[in-house]
C-alpha cells in the first residue's frame, strides 16, 4: 500500500473510531439515564409499599387478618345494634362531622356545632383526615362528654398494608424491572459490540501507522 492509500485509510479508521467512540459515549449516557429510572421505579416501589391503611378489627385484638374492613365513617358512625361502634367524628375545631345535618336538629344544637363533609364515607378521604389530624373519633364516656380516641391507642383500629394493593403494585414493579433489565441489557451488548470494533480499528490503525512511518522513513533515505 502506497503512501497516499496509506494516508488515505488511516483517516477513514479516524473517523470511523470517532464515530464509535460517539456511539460508545451516546450508549453509555442512556444506560446511566436508565440506571437513574430504575432507582426511581424502586424508590417509587419501596415507597408504596409502606403506606399502610386503616382497618376495623371488631375482635379488638390489633392483629393481622386477611378479611379485615377499611375503616369508615359509617363503621365509627354507624349504631352499635347495626355492628357500628357508635361514636362519632369531630374536626380540629370540635365541630361535629355529618354528611348533611341532622333534622330536627338535636335540643341544644346549632348548625354552627356541625360541618358538613359530603365526603367522609370515602374511605381514602376519610382515612386522610384523621391520619393528618384534621378530624378526631370521639367516644363518649362514663362522664357523659364526648372525649378523642387516639388511633393507636384504640384496639379495634389495625394499620396495614391492603394486600390486594400489595399484589398489584408488586407485579406493576416487576413488569417494569424487567423491561428496563432488558433495555440495560441491549445496552451492554452494543457498548460491548462497539467495543470490539473500536480495539479492531485501534489495531488497523497501529498497523497502517507503521507502514506510513516506514514509507516515510524509505523516502528520506532516498532523498538523503
Known amino acids: 500500500m502506497g503512501l497516499s492509500a496509506s494516508q488515505a485509510r488511516y483517516l477513514s479508521l479516524t473517523a470511523r473510531k470517532s464515530n464509535v467512540e460517539y456511539q460508545i459515549e451516546q450508549l453509555t ?16 416501589w419501596s415507597d408504596g409499599m409502606s403506606v399502610q391503611h386503616l382497618y376495623y378489627d371488631p375482635k379488638g385484638t390489633g392483629s393481622s387478618t386477611t378479611d379485615l374492613d377499611r375503616l369508615s365513617y359509617q363503621i365509627v358512625t354507624g349504631s352499635i345494634e347495626d355492628g357500628g361502634l357508635g361514636m362519632r367524628v369531630a374536626d380540629s375545631y370540635g365541630r361535629i362531622v355529618v354528611t348533611a345535618l341532622p333534622e330536627p336538629m338535636p335540643e341544644g344544637k346549632t348548625v354552627a356545632d356541625y ?10 378521604y376519610f382515612e386522610d383526615n384523621l391520619k393528618t ?21 384504640s384496639s379495634f383500629i389495625y394499620r396495614g398494608v391492603d394486600q390486594s394493593d400489595f399484589n398489584v403494585a408488586n407485579a406493576e414493579y416487576e413488569r417494569k424491572m424487567e423491561s428496563l433489565e432488558r433495555i440495560d441489557k441491549k445496552f451492554d451488548l452494543q ?19 507503521k507502514v506510513i512511518d516506514k514509507n516515510i522513513e524509505e523516502t528520506f533515505k532516498t532523498f538523503g
Open 29 to 44: 449516557q442512556e444506560k446511566l439515564m436508565l440506571a437513574n429510572q430504575i432507582e426511581t421505579e424502586a424508590s417509587l
Open 115 to 124: 360541618v358538613v363533609e359530603p365526603y367522609a364515607t370515602q374511605a381514602d
Open 133 to 153: 389530624g384534621n378530624w378526631f373519633i370521639q367516644q363518649i364516656g362514663d362522664d357523659g362528654e364526648w372525649h378523642d380516641q387516639s388511633l393507636e391507642g
Open 191 to 209: 457498548i460491548q459490540q462497539l467495543s470490539t470494533e473500536q480495539s479492531a480499528l485501534e489495531t488497523e490503525m497501529d498497523s497502517i501507522k
